[in-house]
């Protein structure tokens, strides 16, 4: 998800090859779809991939999703399919344990809100209690708070703005820890629970990997750059196999300003003279760039947090990266060496893959927690033929050098980035979410759009972008070679093309085979196989144009052998449908839905905060609020059967 959700805000303005050349001396993308990639791709990697097999996938037939497909909807509620219910979980405002209620008149402090639910959830995973087990009646929810919509926040939303509005905006920002169960068939949270706990954007965290310590993590605050407070514009997440949880720090930049004198290296990440509005450092300083540069570096990193023990220290894991992090997909490669995608959201950025030098021990949960810290990051180069290659970020080589820039590996890590242009990476249309196929290990990652691509001078179409002025996005997918996660080389081919098959613009038609929809983004395969697709179309041009057809957002379940794309879910109006997990049993899937009633400038109306939705509250509550809402099927079974 992108705060903003306007993909005008930034462009990778590196000169990386596009494959509009590759393209000229390639065999074209219908030829390797039609070869099913080709006999050569099939000896080195093995079997094709399953959208271009014949028969079956790894025994996932029966992943095909069995529920009558929803019509589109422009409702102010959440609609399931017949034979299921929704009912809401947790919402912007709720006590975590012990703690006020929610004030609708927005009149909550911001020491209250230090003891509430942050606004807008996105990305979140249940982890099951006690750590280790499979219970699927009580656990721990962990759940992102991406951003705030100062409108409704505060009373009077940003006039006057003082101090206290921006302690409790960063109070709305971070993630929850909640401890739900299952009674008398309905879910509640548990209240008070010692699990229960906020984290945000004053929280202090450590931080560790080749770039802690090193000079450009300094600051006047602190001289060891390994202490940050906080974490912001939590998006996407990832889940380790030790059972904890990875926050990732999406559009960090927004909440700087920098008056005059930004650097190429700030411009790379967005720094501007106003940010995206917050203005929080008009009272909190560290987030006034000139005067403290540093800070800066200190956030757009994948945070890691233990869900299980309160009193732990959330911490920034730099060996990742540092970008817009959308998620962070993790999985084991057959020796357990650990595995981490990472895509970085906005137009023609990267896909990343972080390598881990150790390896998972099964049988020692804190022995893992370091794995993080050391490894390799990669970032994907797709080639027109179907085949594809991870290039190391590694210093002193592929022109890492300190001539270039980079005088060691904290510099690589601390400008991503720009590590990725000179290494030739592949600009693509907006990585989103990534997902891993639980059998055959290939990974999904929506490309939610890009209305840029090929426009004026910048890239154009290519192989794994095939589209111009990409309105709609689309899911490409690879299989690593020999089906480990830690090749260096992979095939990949697009899984589907999002679009609205009544466009009469035939590049708009999209190829799904079932319901439409249109800039795909959240992304989870469940146990059995479905694939989960949720979607963020802006508020902007939600309902007019190139989606007048396709209603609010949703969030559809698709068979990743037949391609058959079915609408499970849609949300009220304005909402983005973000984040979505199961009960190990499959029995209950919570969904997150945020920014219900968002307007196109994304701060609400003070005085009229219900002028698009009321949801959940109804038309008696005060304001719209995002929440999390449990689905249930009625007679007991398992989620899509």
Known sequence: MMHGHDDSRWCNPSDNESFDSILARAMSRRQVLKAGLGASLAAMFGAPLAGCASG???????????????????ADTVTVPA????????????????????????????????????????GMHYFPLPVGSENSVNGLVAVNHEYTDDGLLHVGGMVPWTAEKVAK??????????????????WSVKRPSSFARRITASTAM????????????????????RAVLGTVNNCAHGVTPWGTFLTCEENFNGYFAKAAGITGEESRYGLSASGFGYRWHEFDERFDAAKHPNEFNRFGWVVEIDPYDPSSKPVKRT???????????????????????????????YIYKFVSAGKFNPGNRAANFGLLDAGTLYVAKFNADGTGRWLPLVHGQGGLTAAAGFASQADVLVLARKAADTVGATKM?????????????????????????????????????????????????????????????????????????????????????????????????????????????????????????????????????????????????????????????????????????ETSSERSDPANPRAISSWPDGPAGGRPRAGIVVVQKLDGGTIGS
């Not at 703690?99 to 003891?115: C, H, I, R, V």
């Not at 609408?567 to 009220?572: A, H, K, N």
């Open 319 to 349: 060996a990742l990266g540092r970008f817009k992090h959308e998620s962070a997909a993790v999985t084991l490669a057959p020796d357990n060496t650990v595995v981490a995608y990472l895509g970085d959201d906005e137009r023609f950025e």
């Open 429 to 597: 249309d907006r990585p989103e979410w990534i997902a891993i196929h639980p059998d055959t290990r290939e990974v999904y990652c929506t490309l939610t759009n890009n209305s840029q691509r090929g426009t004026g001078t910048r890239p154009a179409a290519d192989a794994a972008n095939p589209r111009a002025a990409n309105v709609y996005g689309h899911i490409i997918r690879w299989r690593e070679a020999g089906a480990d996660a830690k090749a260096t080389a992979f095939a990949w081919d697009i899984f589907v093309q999002a679009g609205d098959p009544a466009q009469a613009d035939a590049a708009k038609k999209g190829n799904i085979k079932g319901d439409a929809f249109g800039s795909p983004d959240g992304l989870w395969f469940d146990p059995s196989g479905i694939l989960w697709i949720q979607t963020d179309v802006s508020t902007s041009v939600l309902g007019t144009g190139d989606y007048a057809n396709l209603g609010n957002n949703q969030m559809l379940a698709a068979d990743p052998v037949t391609g058959e794309v079915r609408r499970f879910l849609t949300g009220p109006k304005g909402c983005e449908v973000t984040g979505v997990i199961t009960t190990p049993d499959r029995k209950t899937m919570f969904v997150g839905i945020q920014h219900p009633g």
């Open 169 to 186: 905006s960063q109070a709305a920002h971070g993630v929850s820890v909640i401890e739900v169960q299952l009674a008398g068939g309905a």
């Open 83 to 122: 034979g299921y219910r929704a009912s809401v979980l947790y919402s912007w405002g709720d006590p975590v344990s012990t703690g006020p209620a929610f004030a609708q008149d927005a009149s909550n402090t911001a020491a209250e809100q230090l003891l509430q639910s942050g606004m807008h959830h996105d």
């Open 206 to 225: 450590g931080v560790t990997g080749p770039a802690a310590g090193s000079d450009r993590l300094r600051t006047a605050a602190d001289d060891t750059g």
């Open 56 to 74: 079956s996938s790894g025994g996932f037939e029966q992943a095909s999703p069995k529920f009558a497909p929803l019509p589109v909807s422009i």
